[in-house]
């Protein structure tokens, strides 16, 4: 009978870790319908389901500076419920996806054309990078602040990004320091240096 009973408790443990592990990786509620229809929304047919924003990209030239065009549930509301969501980062030659995190979801980068120096910071404040080339994957882990730049001086670069959650997020760790008007001192000491150098930070983000 005892050996029935461990048995029984590691199984409901085990279980009950599955159950664990199934919520913490999940970036959305799971929903009890096929899709959710905005209350705004009227009729429902193939136009609903289908994201044209996109288009864009076709027969236009490359941007000059580092652009992001997200496919999230704020663009494309069909996604809410779906627990999915795109985006399409291209990269000037010398272009930066500054620091930043995705509260809600993982990141699955795949480098359509160029190269990309990347890298994530983990809990143990290690950092691991990595040199993409043309056809290669990489994937930053949910929540972990992570960048991308293309240090080619030639060439852009574009890539395609899939998260895990309709809304994943995004928390930039410039301008969530320096433009949310978070006192001066309190950054200072943080950053254990001056008010002069923080407000001249400040700065600098606020004229690009």
Do not use: C
Not at 12 to 19: E, Y
Not at 105 to 132: I, Y
Not at 158 to 178: E, H, Q, Y
């Amino acid at each position: 009978m005892a050996s029935r009973t461990s048995i029984l408790k590691f199984l409901f443990l085990l279980l009950s870790s599955f159950a664990i592990v199934q919520m913490s990786l999940a970036g959305d509620p799971d929903i009890t319908s096929a899709f959710l229809v905005p209350a705004n929304q009227n009729n429902v047919d193939g136009n609903f389901f289908t994201f044209t924003g996109m288009r864009v990209l076709v027969n236009e030239d490359f941007p000059t500076y580092f652009t992001v065009l997200k496919a999230s549930m704020v663009e494309f509301p069909a996604l809410n419920g779906q627990s999915v969501s795109y985006a399409v980062l291209q990269y000037s030659t010398g272009s930066l996806n500054p620091p930043h995190t995705h509260p809600r979801s993982a990141e699955l980068l795949f480098l359509v054309d160029g190269n990309l120096e990347v890298g994530f910071v983990d809990t143990t404040n290690k950092l691991f990078t990595q040199t993409l080339q043309a056809g290669d994957m990489f994937i930053f882990p949910k929540g972990l602040v992570h960048y991308q730049y293309n240090a080619d001086p030639n060439n852009p670069a574009i890539a395609i990004s899939a998260f895990g959650s309709a809304n994943a997020g995004t928390v930039s760790l410039p301008k969530t320091l320096f433009a949310t008007n978070i006192d001066d001192t309190i950054l200072a000491k943080s950053f254990k240096t001056d008010v002069p150098t923080i407000q001249a930070l400040k700065a600098g983000l606020t004229s690009k």
